[in-house]
């Protein structure tokens, strides 16, 4: 009996697992295996490659072929909506799509409706191309195109264009005009014309592809000797001249150190970029154009179309592009062309800056074709020599002396025994006990290093500080102003006291050393119109202080006979020849006249007074 109820009871628990296994099996099951479905359709609409095991019909719609203008963007699909039943056998869901074209602007976006159709125990999405986008008809995709805004340019204190969208040409050779071996002679010839390296050109040439237009430069349309240059080389087999309008400045090598050049994104600024340049884009390359390339450049924009099969494109959403601004420099440009102009005839490194005391701004920073492109203006790092002498006499009058103490100007003196000499040819009537006007207008070493006591290095460093020297410049591209040691011997000191041994400057700090003394208080120079707070010395030039060093200064040209600043009103002057190897020399100048401070340097000169003074002299008289 025991057995038998026992027989019963399973037979029983058996009966009723059964009966709950078959509810799942045709109640249950069915649903997940909609939701299933449902969830790897959406995900392989939004992926572009949907199995045809999941479409009702393979061939209605080809989703590679609609997704093939949009590139490698992909979108995000969710289910907004329950599967909801239409009529046995079809249900549907709101889908919701977005496109994100380009990260941080808005995403095209929009709902869609989708229909899955059962198939035995399995669904199938009977796609149609409304279902992937509103208005999408049958053999037609979509496409997404970007919208390039207009680059803003770099202009002068008076809104003249420095660099600014010009017409030009893109000169180069178009594989696709003439055979293999003849587009690499004409390579040859084109690089010769415009002396470039004609062996590089002619292999960049040879190792592009077939159909491959290689640029060579780009010219200016305006320009009589480009046009001539352009009807030339034309008459070369496989050389084209691409009309275009190119971001360019007033010329080839207008300050071209401070305002860089636009060309083609690097891989590097591309990867840096977290997406906001893309490869083929124009960027800004050193300079200016780089340094504000995301002023300049403005914001793209994009269009996303829908494209017939004859290749007629209807617009479905837009994101306008946004027109880059201008950057407003202090350059002047009829003062930096005449500094370009004087320079131009200079062999070594060299450089003129003009800047205006009155409130910093950079007027000028030419660098010579010696410089080779380098910023020597802004960056140069060279023992300023006697012209340093003015922060030097700025830390005497500060212990107490005046223009007319009494100095000490001996011939030569030695220090810890290293001997220094006044530069060679020094007036006999300007040695002894003489007032600290003579031993500056003259340049006299040994004065001021016989005077070193006078002045700790702290106090020398304090002094070139006031002067604005050693500030760090804020000019938005790279510049240094002047740097003095810290620390040293007994001998660096001697040797910083006429600035030689670690004490180095640019023509740029220069000219604020002397745009400090013209203006009465520091200056920090100036090159782009934005706000800053520029950051005080500790013991800032005060008026009493420059109204002493214009007393010194403006002696210097009239008591140390500085000729080629003759005839020039109220100027303020100070040579300097800085030793940098046996017999070799640095020649510098700082002149002020009027508002303005100017520094002219040349890296391999004589003397300050016979090869940078000129061409301050002939700066200033243009």
């Not at 329950?82 to 074209?101: C, H, K, N, Y």
């Not at 229909?115 to 009977?126: F, N």
């Not at 201008?326 to 370009?340: K, N």
């Not at 300050?608 to 008289?621: H, N, Q, T, V, Y």
Request: one cysteine or more; hydrophobic letters at 45%.
């Amino acid at each position: 009996m025991r057995r038998s109820v026992i027989v019963l009871v399973l037979a029983l628990v058996a009966g009723v697992a059964g009966l709950a296994g078959g509810v799942w099996w045709f109640s249950v099951r069915p649903a997940q295996l909609m939701q299933q479905a449902a969830d790897r359709i959406v995900a392989g609409l939004a992926s572009g490659e949907l199995a045809d095991a999941d479409v009702v019909d393979p061939a209605a719609v080809d989703l590679a072929a609609v997704y093939s203008g949009m590139g490698a963007l992909r979108p995000t699909v969710t289910r907004t909506t329950d599967l909801t039943p239409r009529e046995p056998g079809v249900v549907s869901t709101q889908l919701a799509w977005s496109w994100v074209i380009h990260e941080g602007k808005s995403a095209w976006e929009y709902t869609t409706e989708l229909e899955l159709v059962r198939d035995g125990e399995d669904w199938r999405a009977r796609l149609v191309p409304a279902a992937i986008a509103p208005d999408l008809a049958e053999g037609e995709s979509l496409r997404a195109s970007r919208l390039t805004p207009v680059r803003g340019s770099i202009v002068g204190q008076r809104g003249e264009a420095l660099a600014t969208n010009t017409p030009a040409w893109r000169l180069g050779i178009d594989k696709t005009l003439t055979d293999a071996a003849t587009a690499v002679d004409s390579a040859g010839k084109l690089a010769t014309e415009l002396g470039m390296d004609p062996a590089a050109f002619a292999d960049r040439v040879e190792r592009s592809g077939p159909r491959a237009f290689v640029e060579a430069r780009i010219l200016r349309r305006h320009v009589e000797a480009d046009q001539e240059l352009v009807a030339k080389a034309e008459r070369w087999i496989g050389v084209r001249a691409v009309p275009t309008t190119f971001p360019l400045g007033i010329s080839s090598s207008f300050a071209r150190p401070l305002l860089g050049v636009v060309g083609d994104a690097t891989a590097e600024q591309v990867e840096k970029s977290g997406g906001a340049i893309r490869a083929g884009d124009l960027v800004g390359r050193g300079g200016l154009q780089e340094a504000r390339n995301h002023v300049l450049a403005g914001t793209t924009g994009f269009v996303v179309s829908i494209v017939d099969a004859d290749g007629e494109a209807r617009e479905a959403f837009r994101v306008e592009a946004l027109d880059g601004a201008d950057v407003v420099t202090t350059i002047d440009v009829e003062l930096q062309m005449r500094a370009e102009r004087i320079l131009s005839g200079v062999g070594p490194a060299s450089a003129l800056v003009a800047v205006r005391p009155s409130d910093g701004a950079i007027l000028a920073a030419a660098s010579g074709p010696g410089s080779e492109g380098l910023s020597t203006a802004t960056l140069g790092q060279y023992a300023p020599g006697s012209t340093f002498k003015t922060a030097s006499s700025l830390a005497l009058l500060r212990e107490g002396l005046t223009p007319d103490s009494p100095v000490s100007c001996t011939d030569g003196t030695v220090v810890d025994g290293y001997r220094f000499d006044n530069w060679a040819g020094y007036p006999a009537s300007a040695l002894g006990e003489v007032p600290l006007h003579t031993a500056l207008a003259h340049s006299c070493n040994s004065a001021f290093i016989n005077a070193r006591d006078r002045v700790t290095q702290d106090e020398l460093i304090a002094a070139a500080g006031a002067l604005g020297l050693t500030a760090e410049p804020e000019l938005v591209v790279g510049a240094f102003l002047g740097s003095v040691p810290a620390e040293g011997t007994v001998v660096e000191h001697a040797a910083s006291m006429i600035g030689q041994g670690k004490v180095v400057a640019s023509p740029l700090g220069m000219a604020t050393v002397m745009a400090s003394v013209i203006a009465g208080h520091t200056v920090a120079p100036v090159l782009v119109d934005e706000p800053r707070e520029p950051t005080l010395p500790a013991a800032p030039l005060t008026e009493a202080e420059a109204a002493a060093l214009r007393s010194l200064l403006a002696n210097n040209a009239v008591e140390g006979g500085y000729g080629a600043l003759a005839g020039l009103d109220g100027v303020l002057a100070k040579t300097g020849t800085a030793t940098y190897a046996p017999e070799q020399y640095h020649a510098w100048v700082i002149v002020g006249h009027g508002d303005l401070a100017v520094a002219a340097f040349v890296a391999d000169g004589r003397y300050g007074g016979s090869d940078a003074a000129p061409l301050a002299a002939e700066f200033l008289r243009g």
